[in-house]
């Protein structure tokens, strides 16, 4: 992949088909896509096969594919994920995908809230109300395993915490990631996450580059206490919300990383406009923030 490639991330496109995704990201001219398994899942059910989303990409490459969730499961939901990861990790690498989005728990925001407020919950929990220590360790313990089982596929595995979550942002992973001690375990620098986490420009130019695989560039309304669900904070258009995009593309830039770049979004207007007229309109965004300056 060519420095400073441009990735459509799939959110992009909306509830576009793979085909649509692809035609549009090759019209805007993206060097790779970033879609997920929900994706490439619907494509094989309806009878394709991994070869025939190759000869849909052509040349275009896949960044990554999104995403292995709630990876700090333990005991016999341990066991769930290696086996869900397995499977993953195998589609992952027919398709020809460089990577593997990891995303840590839990996922539902929903228990971090009743958690905070004390009340039962049914769903998973994660490992809210562990001590830090033992958080920490069962987390590297499964990244490292999951980085071990990706090996075997040729792939790349890159961590994006979430904010609501007992590791919320890069702070706190970057740590984890640096002690699992693999060569194939990188993050992504995502700036919603990291910045309802309170992270800032300036943290995020001290990162080793060498730990970055891509970047997610998004926005946020700001944080008022709430859980930051996604739902309510990255309803927001590019540039319509508190991040200060600018300042923290020059400040993962001056790291020297030369890595993928994508737009996410979860605007509910930016879902509903013209797929080939939006990825043209974030290629060109991209472009301008990232190659121009």
């Given at each position: ?30 060097d ?11 494509f094989?059910?309806a ?33 769930s994920l ?58 590297i ?37 640096e ?31 060498d ?18 669900c996604?739902?309510?904070f ?16 020059d400040?993962?830039?001056s ?22 007229e939006f ?15």
């Open positions: 992949m060519r420095k400073n490639a441009l990735s459509l991330q799939s959110s992009v496109v909306g509830r576009a088909n793979l085909r649509t995704y692809i035609h549009a990201a090759k019209a805007a001219g993206f790779s896509i970033e879609p997920t398994k929900v994706q490439l899942d619907y094989f059910q009878g394709y096969k991994p070869d025939d989303v190759k000869a849909l990409l052509g040349g275009m490459e896949i960044s990554s594919v999104g995403w292995l969730s709630d990876i700090e499961r333990q005991g016999s939901e341990e066991l290696m086996r869900e990861a397995e499977r993953l990790f195998e589609t992952a690498s027919r398709v020809g995908s460089h990577a593997v989005e990891l995303i840590n728990g839990p996922v539902d925001w929903h228990a971090v809230d009743c958690f905070r407020q004390k009340v039962p919950f049914s769903g998973y929990m994660g490992l809210l109300g562990y001590p830090v220590e033992e958080q920490r360790r069962l987390m313990k499964n990244l490292r395993a999951l980085a071990d089982l990706a090996a075997q596929f040729n792939l790349t595995l890159f961590f994006e915490p979430l904010c609501w979550t007992p590791i919320p942002s890069l702070k706190e992973a970057i740590p984890l990631v002690q699992a001690d693999r060569e194939n375990l990188k993050v992504v620098v995502d700036f919603y996450h990291n910045y309802m986490a309170g992270l800032d420009g300036e943290f995020l130019s001290q990162i080793d580059r730990l970055i695989l891509g970047v997610h560039i998004c926005n946020s309304r700001e944080p008022d206490g709430r859980v930051p996604e739902e309510i990255r309803d927001v258009a590019f540039y319509e919300g508190a991040v200060p995009i600018r300042e923290w593309v400040a993962v830039k790291t020297g990383f030369e890595g993928w770049w994508a737009y996410e979004t979860f605007s509910k207007r930016e879902a509903e406009e013209d797929v080939f990825a043209a309109y974030v290629y060109r965004e991209l472009k301008r923030l990232v190659e121009n300056g």
